[in-house]
Structures are given as C-alpha cells and as structure tokens.
C-alpha cells in the first residue's frame, strides 16, 4: 500500500468517520487515497481554521475524536487556531499536515516550516512521519493519546515522499487504555469530609460532558443534599431543572451561585481545572475551605488549589463511588444541609427569572432573544451551540438546558468557533436540529463557509446577534477607557441577503416580536439559515454585569 493509503486506513480502524480539511499540495495523495473510500466522508471548508472547528464540534457531539486535514506553512498556520482552542477545551482533535519531501527538507523550500515546533506548545503531542511503514503505528497512537485520559489536540505531519512509497502495513488493533480508578484510601478520606460537611459545593466540570449525563453527580447530591455548580460555560453538564442545580460559574455567573462557592466549608470538583473565568481569576474559592479535587489528568490536582484530598480517577465514577460509600447515611449535617439547599436552589430561581420585555421596542433587546431561546432549549430535537460573544452571559444566567449534549459552548476564547463548530455538531448529531448564536463580529470571521454548509447540505440555523460591534472590546472601552472608542463598530452587509446569495434561508429582524416566528420559518425551511437580528450598537452586557477587569 502506499503510505497515503495506509494513513486513511489507519484512521479507519481508529474509528474516524469524517475528515474535515482544506486541499493543498502536501496533500493532495491523502486527498486521492479518501475519494477511493465510501467509508470516510470528506467535508472540503473554505478556511482551514474552520476545518478544525468543525472537528472540534464534531468530537463534542459525538464523543469521538476526529480529523482536520491541510497542508504545509500557510495552511498548518490558519489551522492552529482550532489546534489551540482544542488544546484549551481538552478536545480530541488530529491535525494531519503535509509536508515537504525529505529529499528537499531544510533548504527553506515552498512552505517550508518545522511544523512539530509550531504545534508542540498546543497539543499532547506532535509528531513527523518519515517511514510508510510507520504510519500505522503512530497514526494509531496519535489518535489514542487524543482521545485518552484528558483529551487534547495531536499533530501527524506526513512529507509527501513518505505518502507516495509504498510498503508492507502492519497495523495494530482498536485499543483505549481504561480510565484510572480512585485509591480506596484517598476515596474513604473524600467520603468523610463530605459527611462531616456543614455547607458542602460540589463544582462539574467539563470532565463530566462526554455522553450522555453522569448518573454520579446526581447520585451524589442527591445522597449527600448539596448544591451543584458548573464550570465557565459547562452549563450542560447536569441537568439544570434539577433541585440541587444553582448555577454556573464564570463570567455571567449570579451572585448567589458564586456566594455558595465562597462560603463551602467542603468543596467537591469533578472534572475541573479550575479556570480563571470559573474561578473569577483564581480568587473565588475560600483558602479555609477544605477541598476535595477528582481529576483524570494527575497535573490538574494541586495545579491551581492545594487539595485536601487529590483522586487521580475518572471524575463520573468517582462521584458514584463516594455516593455508594456515603449511602443513605447524610450524617449529622443532613437536615440542614437540606434546609441550605432548598433555600440556595430558590435563591438562584429568583435571579435567574428572565427580564421583562418592553412593549414595541425596537431593535430587539437582549432580553427578547431569550425569551426566544429559552423554549427552544427545552426541546429534546433541538441543540444551542454558542459563539464567543457578548450574549453569551444571557445565556450563561437566563436558559436553561435539561436534555444531554443539547448545548456547546467556547470556553477557549476562540472568536468564529460557533458556526463551524455546530457544522460539526450537526454532523454528528443528525437526528438534531442545531441553532447557533453568534456575534456579528464573530460570524463574519468564518461567514464565507455558509457556502460549505449550503454545499454539504447542513442545516444549521445561526442567529446572529447584530449590534454593529466587537461587543467584549467595546464594553471595556466603555467602562475601563472613559467611551474611547476605537476599532470596534462595524459596518456589517445584510446578513439576510447574504444567506440567499449563497443558497440558504435568510431573514433580518429587527423587532422583538418578529424573532420567535422567524426562528420556526428558519427550521422548517430544512436549509442552513441566517437570522439577522438587529440590535442598538451599545446593546450588551445585563444590567449588573460588568467585563472583567472593568470593575
């Protein structure tokens, strides 16, 4: 076989059903060898960033890890932006790049860079493939260690000669590592300080959002009657109607989900690295707080708090674990700690009910669109992937999630990720409908791949938020610089044209009352759609919340 040929069959037997790339010299036999397969699906983008948010996407949803292609120099460049997001998110995304021929390597040939250089800073690993007959064993691994222990980004770079000689192929059997389990000793010294706990927290993270939800975070507060919380923009990781929900954390968070928090004598986290939004910049938990850290990657415990406890283990079993080990037996603490809950969880009801909306007001105020969204997240067809944006604190605080893997969001700071990412959601998550919520700022850095998805057939729905504006700078420059503005309004084209220009459904609206109907005609149209919704060019941030910062 040769060794482009062997690359695309190693991924196969990894599991990898859809490749995501951009065409480019390097790669053009890799490009060959997946047209002469019906069992890999090839999605072409018009921007290699927005090839590696769509399998980043694509492995949110699915679980799984997957595969964003692109040549040497210029193309490897756009794509470590995803490669960084990824690495941020704990992703498990391959970045497979050509490169050039050996025969002409070190001489500043065309496109010449040392891609495991430029990638090693931002994924678990990097590696350059010289032999074809090591393709099967790396490539394999590549993808194992990405999807293994804390996910994360891998990059395959394969020079051309190595694509094109052929050679016998050994490849290795489908293996995954099983996850760590928790010392008995440690899990025991977890149990009782949880027993003992008068005002316990218990913090998911996003360790818990593989799959479906974790029975072991229910199991647990329900045993042990204790308020739970979420890490920045993990919101989906438990159910949120459920009694012990108060919140997540993270910019937007209310006061009372992060008073909890401060004011826990025991704190559970699962799955959690301890983000400098989740932890409003590493101050937010007490240092008289005891606290008990459960993590799949053993450099996270101790990383950023000093645990009483550290489990190095696998974050949902470990929850079921201490629930079995605390049983029915609450402890002495266990009626008040019922009465705190009870009165935590109608506390957060209170300052998470919606704003009113003004009658006849135009354009459409924040508060408006989440009374359009808040129906739709409740429906089990529906998934919201959310853009890095200044709505998304509308979201953080006012919509609710109560259906598994209905609700992605960035939490790498990656501006554009939303509409390719929610391409990739809604590939793997064909019996959904997906609705995404960007920024104009951030919709028209990735807008020229509404041509991919009208192409390939996705029916995404994208709500863009359109106040005419970088929001995030321009609330600083507002608070922090005296209304200096500079660089931060934008002259933005009819996003609604635009869409039918490219052959997807497109409505602009600029009334709160236009919104809600609109929504139901982009669905029902079955095509990728664009709503425009038109805000004033200072709509932002709730009443309350400032940008960090800006205090």
Known sequence: MLGADILVEALHREGITHVFGLPGTTIMNVLDA?????????????????AGFMADGYARASGLPSVALASRGPGAANLTIAVHNAHAESIPLVAVVGQVPDDIVHRDSFEETDLVAQFKPITKWAV???????????????????????????????PMDAQTRDTEPAFQPYFRPAPPAPDPAALHRAAALLRAATRPAIIVGGGLLRGGYHPGPHELATVLRAPVVTTWL???????DADYFCGSLGYGA???????????DVILALGCRFSEFTTKRYTLLNSASQLVHVDIDAAELGHIYLPEVGLHAD???????LAALLGTDAGEAGAARDTRLTELRQAYLAATRPPPLEAGSSPVPSAAIVAALRPLARREDIVLAQDVHTFGPWIQRFVEFTHPGSYFAAAGGSMGWGFPAALGIALARPDKRVVAVHGDGSFFMVAQDLETAVRENIPVVNVIVNNYAYGNTRDRQRFAFDQR???????????????????AYGERVDKPEQLGP??????????????????????????????????
Request: charged letters at 25%; zero cysteines.
């Open 128 to 158: 350059e493939v010289h032999d074809p007959a090591r393709i099967p064993e790396l490539v394999q691994r590549a993808v194992r260690m990405a999807s293994s222990g804390r996910p994360g980004p891998v990059l395959v770079s394969v």
């Open 485 to 503: 503005y500079l660089g931060v309004f934008l002259a933005n084209p009819d996003f609604a044209r635009y869409a039918e220009l490219l052959g």
């Open 315 to 321: 974050a949902g079993s470990t929850a079921t674990a």
């Open 34 to 50: 997946l047209a002469r397969r019906e069992d890999i699906r090839y999605i072409s983008t018009r921007h290699e960033q927005v």
């Open 234 to 240: 993990r919101k989906n990781a438990v159910r949120n």
């Open 518 to 551: 609109a929504l139901d005609r982009a669905l029902a149209s079955g095509r990728p759609a664009v709503l425009d919704v038109i805000q004033d060019s200072l709509e932002g941030l709730p009443d309350d919340l400032r940008p960090p910062g800006t205090r």
């Open 254 to 264: 209310p006061v009372v989900t992060e008073d909890l928090v401060r004011d826990a």
